[in-house]
């Protein structure tokens, strides 16, 4: 059947390797998005700084995604991944230590460093191993794993903050040790999934660089990249600040309303591998981007914790779909040897978008979160033009 081509893919031990990583990567990393915003209130911080806490390791990344995606592709996916994470763990020790903002700006900007995380590296390796056929089904199953964690991890860190022993400080102690847990397993089971390249054979990444830029699909799919992370970023931290200052929700109930984006997440990147996989990808991409807009044009009618909830669990299936059919379309349009540096392009437009978000802060000072949430429906709306002005390659 076709809707059991995702989980054929997991017969091949190294494609269950590597699922495994999105899984414990996300259910450790999303039980501190899910309080990430509320822990810097604690902490004294102001909405521009709860905005550059959020944005600095993307600037950060911004400079470093495509010289990382260049040393996947020339020196090999794992020792930049094992690098990536060591970083994020060092930033994670002093965020759970953090005595005030200024030290979750320091947090910050040293996970800046690990060039934008380890999903670019991920998704290259994946795209290194699959078929082209495959491709569609394998990205799926890596995202759906992904989508997993990132489930429990807010499940996980509700109940624990359910506990009266447990505080938002110990979340990231917590999480100090699953990390390191992660990294151990790094070095021991994963494998190097990129041919050597023999020091004539070495390519000139600036032709590369070039080359995918000049590509009319690959432009289109920056484009939309950059303004639907700008969209996303406005209705993940700006609900959370929301929710606390103007509803006075709990800091459980707040960390709760990620289990609800979380399981739209999962549940649309199952389906987008099973039930939707025959769906055209324009047609599908379109439909989530809308979906998105309107997930941001309705943020500002929320008034109680139940609308909320309906908010981001349609921003959840907006973003798993968009998430999953983009990263199908950079693997069709690039090669093992360029693929890395697609993949971080792709990645340096989305964090290019999630950093604009800190142009905001004077709008949401100054005219409250109302128009945040239709910047936010109007920008995802409008990332369906360069889709619709140009028709990606099948």
Same mark, same amino acid.
């Given at each position: 059947m076709r809707g059991c081509v995702m989980f054929a893919t997991l017969k091949k031990p190294?494609?269950?390797?590597?699922?495994?990583?999105?899984?414990s990567l996300m259910l450790v990393s999303s039980m501190s998005w899910a309080i990430a915003v509320l822990y810097a209130l604690d902490l004294g911080a102001n909405t521009f700084q709860v905005n550059l806490i959020s944005t600095i390791r993307q600037t950060m990344g911004i400079f470093l995604l495509v010289p990382f995606g260049i040393l996947s592709d020339r020196l090999g996916r794992k020792p930049m991944i094992l690098y990536s994470r060591a970083l994020i763990v060092l930033g994670t020790f002093i965020y759970a230590f953090a005595g005030d903002p200024n030290h979750l700006l320091i947090a910050s900007f040293v996970g800046g460093f690990a060039g934008g995380g380890v999903f670019p590296i991920l998704l290259s390796m994946i795209g290194d191993i699959a078929k082209r056929g495959e491709r569609r089904e394998a990205i799926s199953t890596l995202f759906?794993?992904?989508?997993? @964690?990132? /489930?429990? *991890?807010?499940?996980?860190? +509700?109940?624990? /903050?359910?506990?009266?022993?447990? +505080?938002?400080?110990?979340?990231?102690?917590?999480q100090i040790i699953a990390q390191? @847990?992660?990294?151990?397993?790094?070095?021991?089971?994963?494998?190097?999934?990129?041919?050597n390249t023999?020091?004539?054979? !070495?390519?000139?990444?600036?032709?590369?660089?070039?080359?995918?830029?000049?590509? !009319?699909?690959?432009?289109?799919?920056?484009?939309?990249?950059? /303004?639907?992370?700008?969209?996303?970023?406005?209705?993940?931290?700006?609900?959370?600040?929301?929710? !606390?200052?103007?509803?006075?929700?709990?800091?459980v109930e707040i960390a709760s309303l990620s289990i609800y984006r979380n399981l739209a997440i999962m549940l649309i990147r199952f389906l987008s591998a099973t039930a939707l996989s025959k769906i055209p990808i324009r047609s599908f991409l379109i439909s989530a981007l809308i979906l998105g807009g309107l997930s941001g044009?309705? @943020?500002?009618?929320?008034?109680?914790?139940?609308?909320?909830?309906?908010? /981001?669990?349609?921003? *959840?299936?907006?973003?798993g779909a968009t998430a999953i059919l983009g990263n199908t379309l950079i693997a069709r349009n690039s090669t093992s040897q360029n693929r890395g540096v697609a993949n971080s392009l792709y990645t340096f437009a989305q964090s290019t978008g999630n950093f604009t978000l800190i142009f905001t802060s004077p709008i949401a000072d100054g005219l409250g979160f109302v128009p945040m949430f239709l910047i936010s429906g109007a920008t995802a709306l409008l990332a369906t033009t360069p889709i619709l002005l140009r028709k990606p390659n099948r």
């Open positions: 190294v494609f269950m390797k590597i699922c495994a990583l999105p899984f759906l794993f992904s989508s997993i @964690g990132m /489930l429990l *991890g807010p499940i996980i860190c +509700t109940l624990l /903050l359910a506990l009266p022993q447990i +505080t938002l400080r110990s979340i990231y102690q917590i390191i @847990g992660i990294l151990l397993y790094m070095v021991k089971q994963l494998h190097e999934t990129k041919p023999l020091e004539s054979e !070495r390519i000139e990444y600036r032709i590369h660089i070039s080359d995918l830029l000049h590509q !009319r699909h690959f432009q289109s799919l920056l484009v939309m990249s950059f /303004l639907y992370f700008f969209s996303r970023s406005i209705i993940n931290t700006y609900i959370p600040i929301y929710a !606390r200052i103007d509803l006075n929700l709990s800091d044009f309705t @943020g500002f009618l929320a008034n109680n914790y139940i609308s909320l909830v309906l908010v /981001l669990f349609t921003s *959840g299936l907006s973003y």
